[in-house]
């Protein structure tokens, strides 16, 4: 996508906020209101939209002559935020690594950047729970990028923009991990999708929460497009709050 070389894909739009401030919300709709984000690629443009928050938020008297800044009707959501500096090379595995003391010894949510869902985080938080293993995973069926066609005798009978990709899951990127998951990180060359859920899943540690309701990754410049099409319509199934 083009617009991630100029920033960090988090910081990627959609109506005119980061597609990480989304996801945010999604969470902080869930009661989740502490983050702890991992910096890698341009971070700084992340701690800068934090660190102007609240003017961005607020409108504001500048007083130059004695370099002052007033806030008026000051709203912000009541969120905490950590800002970890992860390194330009280090792999996914590697960067949750990094967040270890920052986290408490408690079973904790973990997605990426660049996608949105209508999932209800308090149902994989309770199955998790339940389950007792190690890590869950959000298991979800991505819609298709051609559209479908049913054809009978040559004539389409129906047509559907977005089907849903038959019945192959994919992993959504929406966890829950138990802490037990950073014995399974070596180190920063670690890649989190490939030795630690491989060792789990054979290890019979890796649960899946099937979730068959909107999810949608923004990978490309047109997916970007579908979501902020969504959002401008005021049909984003994602906004939740």
């Known amino acids: 996508m083009e617009e991630t070389e100029a920033r960090p ?3 990627v739009e959609i109506g005119g906020r980061p597609i990480l401030w989304h996801i945010m919300k999604i ?14 690629y341009k971070g700084h443009m992340i701690k800068a939209f934090f660190a102007d928050y609240h003017l961005q938020a607020a409108d504001v008297t500048i007083d130059l002559a004695r370099n002052t800044v007033t806030l008026h009707r000051h709203t912000a959501e009541p969120w905490k935020v950590t800002l970890v500096d992860t390194g330009l090379e280090t792999m996914t595995g590697g960067r949750l690594a990094r967040l270890r003391e920052h986290l408490d010894d408690e079973p904790f949510c973990m997605t990426y ?3 949105v869902t209508a999932l209800d ?3 994989i938080a309770d199955f998790h729970e339940a389950h007792g293993r190690i890590a869950t995973v959000t298991a979800v069926r991505p819609p298709s990028r051609f559209g479908s066609l049913a054809i009978e005798n040559g ?4 047509f559907d923009e977005k ?18 998951i950073f014995d399974y990180i070596a180190g920063d060359s670690t890649v989190f999708e490939r030795e630690p859920l491989e060792a789990l899943a054979r290890e019979g540690e890796l649960m899946a929460h099937p979730f068959e309701g909107f999810w ?24 939740i709050w």
């Open 121 to 123: 985080l308090q149902k």
């Open 113 to 115: 950047g660049d996608g």
């Open 163 to 180: 089907p849903l990709g038959g019945e192959i899951w994919i992993n959504g990127g929406f966890f829950v991990l138990s802490p037990k």
């Open 9 to 11: 894909k988090p910081m």
């Open 27 to 40: 969470y902080a709709a869930n009661g989740i209101t502490e983050f702890v984000l991992p910096l890698g």
């Open 155 to 158: 004539r389409v009978t129906s």
């Open 216 to 239: 949608y990754s923004m990978d490309t410049l047109r997916d970007r497009k579908h979501l902020e099409e969504l959002w401008a319509a005021g049909k984003a199934p994602w906004k």
